[in-house]
């Protein structure tokens, strides 16, 4: 029984220290740099190959309709950053509410999901985690929006940055 956790228990850990680091950066200003927005895109990108099976065994249109929601908060949470040019370069500071009910709704469904399971005496990757529609649904809002918000922050820069604003 517990051997079935370790792989659950690994993941967890995991996504606990992206979340930490993303947490961190949704409440300050950060400097605009290309490298460095596209290894978060690739990064994000590599996440989304490995979630793409939650996806993929959902059954109706909640992936659709979540990601649908995750396009749109990202454009959100990108017509809401703060572009700020200083003599150092340039920065932009994430609107933290947008970014913070993502992670939350994400979390969450995360939680409630694995408590549900773990109630129920079973194991998350044998007894259906993937095949939830709820959980396809806020695993697809987390991968709309991390991904449009990513290149639209990326965009963004990379044309203030070629307007000689900076």
Known sequence: MIAEWIPTLGVAALVMLMIYRRGRRLFTRQRFGSRRLLVRMAIVGSICVLLLPILLLARGVAP???????????????TLTKFEVTEQGLFFTPNAYVGVAV???FLGRMIYRLTAIGAAGGSPFRDGFQRSPMTA????????YYVTYYAAIFARGRRLLQQGQV
Do not use: N
């Open 64 to 78: 659709a309709i979540g990601l649908g929601l995750g396009l749109s908060l990202g454009l959100l949470a990108r």
């Open 103 to 105: 992670m939350s709704l």
């Open 137 to 144: 649904a806020v695993v697809a809002v987390l991968i709309g």
